[in-house]
């Protein structure tokens, strides 16, 4: 009786959170994660050194918090990172919350971190000012002052104007963070201030307002990704004055021909022509057009979405799977997307901001529909780039990475990246396992730990092996009763399915049409699934700059790439050929004079090591290939793509 009472107060409470109620109905995501935790193998040991080191590491200076409560903050964004830290946090306690029963340390520690992040959201709130505004700028500079870049000197500039124009920006994530605390732990503060930050936003740049993409710079793309967190706030509260603002956005948006993303994607433009090109920001602005799509059923919001998903992948993606970039005379520095003749192993860039909303907009895509595709682009950005740009030390991360280098910059400073990179994370490891059509759905080779819910018989769920070493994963089913269901599994990208036993039978698999592989049983506590599977070696080529072909390999999902030593090869004396080339690394290009298209001869010239995991030999040279990430610490980095000729 006690807690029917409770649950009316709160449904009641969620009522009064909204005013003028919206009709619309949201999609909803088919595919919905389960509990699921990742504490062993190389993926459990990268997410323990990120919640050990980093998350502890930002939260124990001042910095996510003092800008706001001694304005002005010291760095034009800095107001980003407490809403970044919130998302990775909160979601990090979920993905750690499945093993509270066994061990009574964890579930103290897990209260601790609750505990600091409530402290944190507290002090956030109390920063707000009576009109809605939580940022970290000085009353001048603040954006209801500051509306339009014609005042700032240096627009083309990200670190231009140093006091101005990332205010929006940082609402953005405040909205974020805030709501992602909240959709976990209900909050009626927290939603009233957020409300309060959305209504100003209003009021600023609403209908017959000022313009926003004249705000903050590339044409307004950074100010836009306010658009996902606008329909955010609509999600949760359901009042239709913030889906109303978010069309508005969109609107205005499409009147800016320097921006217009939605006109471009529909009409198959080039992602380098929206907003400088400008990657993380575009990629977050897409985030946005898919949650506006779930809350309006409007085809074009899903077509924007779909159509620049596919060319990012298609042109923009590395063997690596991190998205990459190139300052040219078209766009705007060398975080914006270039065209394909710009590619170059030594002069692109990837952003670890790019890679984290990369992941987050695979992972929403594949909440969205269940398809394999998409997570399968999340788990390549996963293991090969994010590792490389964390630091094995779990706290450090580098900004920027080069495919073809020497070194890897990771260091321990507050940056977009550094606080990007744990999102995605977190995210890819929040949706290691879940449910979609009454279907168990396993997206992981990685070893795992999950609890099941009552349609799969309860108990939980055991993934063992070595991924990404070993040819072998098992799915140990720990169910508290018998049960009927299905259970599909992902397998990566470039893998072949070899066989799958239950209970050491081999038994019939199909591959359904979501691109996993489907077996139906009646399930009983200690029932094994074995699944059998080996990786493809691929050979991948790029055409780029002044025509020149490069290749790159992959072992399934694992990238491979020669590891360079800085102390050793780095020569400043660079012989001709390494000039005709551009290249500043000296060493031998393997297949220069092979002069062949066909990737099955260069796929020949690699010969496995033998009682070693995923390396390879280049046959007559003394290169050795290894996985892309293992390469990586600040006196190392990959060759990934070789030389192939003209
Ligand atoms: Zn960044």
Known sequence: MKKLFLLILIVGAQITYSQSKSDKKIISNKWEALKTSSEFGVHGERINLLRQNRLNFMLAGEYLINGFENKPGSHPWQGEHIGKWLHSSILSIQNQTILN????????????????????????????????????????????????????SMVGSDMGFLKFGWDVWTHRYNLYGLLTYEKYYPNKKVIDACRKMGDLLIEVFGEGKADITKYGTRQGISSMTILESIVMLYERTLDKKYLDFAEHLVKV???NSKLRLMGNMLENGSVVNSGDGKAYQLMANLLGYLRLYRCTG???????VVNGWKQIKDKHILVSGGPWSRHTDYNGNKECFAHKDAFHPEKIFVEGCSDATWVQLNIHLHEFTGDSKYFNEAEQTIVNEVYRHQDIDGYKFAYYTIPNENKTQHNPFYHCCGSSEPRGMEMYSNNLVGVIDGVLSINTLFPARIKLSDEFGGGNMKISGNFPYTNKTTFNLNLDFKKKFKVEFRIPTSTSLNSVLVNNKQVKYIKNNRGKYEINGSWKKGDLIDINYQFNLKAHEEIGEEGKRW????????????????????????????????????RPEPFINLNTKNKNVLLDKLIPIEGSQSRFKIAESDIELMPYYKTASNYSGPRTYFYLGD
């Open 551 to 586: 290749v790159a390999f992959t072992y399934g999902p694992i990238a491979l790439a020669e590891k360079l030593n800085s102390k050793n090869d780095f020569s400043l004396e660079r012989d001709k050929f390494n000039r005709m080339i551009g290249s500043n690394l000296d």
């Open 298 to 304: 409007k085809e074009k919001y899903l077509t924007t």
């Open 253 to 255: 948006s499409e009147q």
């Open 101 to 152: 029963k066994n061990a009574d340390w964890r579930a103290e520690k897990l209260k601790n971190n609750k505990e600091k992040i409530d402290k944190l959201v507290n002090r956030l709130l109390a920063t707000q000012l009576e009109n809605g505004y939580m940022g970290t700028y000085a009353e001048e500079n603040r954006f209801m002052k500051m509306l339009e870049n014609k005042s700032m």
